[in-house]
């Protein structure tokens, strides 16, 4: 089955900085990658999503590049605000299902 | 957008007892929903797949006699924590997909949590 492989499990930044997630993942019929913002206790939520047509992706102060031929994926947020801090999981999907990463707490220090 | 209701959102339960979550999707039909389990900071652990008319499809080392899915409409799929204990208190959430999840984005529940005293 996929594996798939999230990095660091812990960031902290300071304000106004950028702050990048990455993930690996091993199946290579995964085509489908989105990325989830969870706030403590409640749902994860879809902030950004890519497919395996596309490289990069983009939306305001969040983006996610894919390399399918490297088999990895990341999202990078700029400008941070304290806001953004929150667990963030990436997910790869193959074969009808979600394989999700590990997560990574991102806190922005004001 | 699409809309999933889970429900309750906190429940605590004495050891022995049975309880019964729901998952709705509100303005979308759910062929497939799906059960996750999540401990404090971790990442999200997916317990089985539900699927309306038929079994639920479990993960490895899921009791599927402890954990009970049913999965009876389009738009409601239950999860039954049967003869719960202390162990068995976490987060757990159901989500589900517009049309085939194989290339559309999970709608994820609130959540509900259990406590099993």
């Given at each position: 089955?996929?594996?798939?492989?999230?990095?660091?499990?812990t960031?902290?930044?300071q304000?106004?900085?950028?702050?990048?997630?990455?993930?690996?993942?091993?199946?290579?019929?995964?085509?489908?990658?989105p990325?989830?913002?969870?706030?403590?206790?409640?749902?994860?939520?879809?902030?950004?999503?890519?497919?395996?047509?596309?490289?990069?992706?983009k939306?305001q102060?969040?983006?996610?590049?894919?390399?399918?031929?490297?088999?990895h994926f990341?999202?990078?947020?700029?400008?941070?605000?304290?806001?953004?801090?929150?667990?963030?999981?990436?997910?790869?999907?193959?074969?009808?299902q979600?394989?999700?990463?590990?997560?990574?707490?991102?806190?922005?220090i004001? | 957008?699409?809309?999933?209701?889970?429900?309750?959102?906190?429940?605590?339960?004495?050891?022995?007892t049975?309880v019964k979550?729901?998952?709705?999707?509100?303005?979308?039909?759910?062929?497939t929903m799906?059960?996750?389990?999540?401990?404090?900071?971790?990442?999200?652990?997916?317990?089985a797949?539900s699927?309306?008319g038929?079994k639920?499809?479990?993960?490895?080392?899921?009791?599927?006699?402890k954990?009970?899915?049913?999965?009876?409409?389009?738009?409601?799929s239950?999860?039954?924590v049967?003869s719960?204990?202390?162990?068995?208190?976490?987060?757990?959430?159901c989500?589900?997909s517009?049309?085939?999840?194989?290339?559309s984005?999970?709608?994820?529940?609130n959540?509900?949590?259990l406590?099993?005293t």
């Amino acid at each position: 089955g996929e594996n798939v492989e999230q990095h660091p499990s812990t960031l902290s930044v300071q304000e106004g900085d950028s702050a990048v997630i990455k993930c690996t993942y091993s199946d290579s019929a995964s085509n489908y990658f989105p990325w989830y913002k969870q706030e403590l206790g409640k749902r994860p939520q879809l902030i950004i999503d890519i497919r395996s047509n596309v490289g990069e992706k983009k939306d305001q102060r969040i983006a996610v590049t894919l390399n399918k031929t490297a088999k990895h994926f990341s999202l990078h947020i700029t400008e941070t605000q304290p806001e953004d801090s929150a667990v963030y999981f990436c997910a790869a999907i193959t074969s009808n299902q979600f394989y999700f990463g590990t997560g990574t707490s991102l806190t922005v220090i004001p | 957008g699409a809309v999933v209701s889970q429900h309750p959102s906190w429940v605590i339960c004495k050891s022995g007892t049975s309880v019964k979550i729901e998952c709705r999707s509100l303005d979308f039909q759910a062929t497939t929903m799906f059960w996750y389990r999540q401990f404090p900071k971790q990442s999200l652990m997916l317990m089985a797949t539900s699927n309306e008319g038929s079994k639920a499809t479990y993960e490895q080392g899921v009791e599927k006699d402890k954990f009970l899915i049913n999965h009876a409409s389009l738009t409601l799929s239950t999860l039954t924590v049967t003869s719960a204990h202390p162990e068995d208190s976490s987060f757990y959430i159901c989500s589900a997909s517009v049309g085939s999840s194989y290339n559309s984005p999970l709608h994820f529940g609130n959540g509900t949590r259990l406590t099993v005293t």
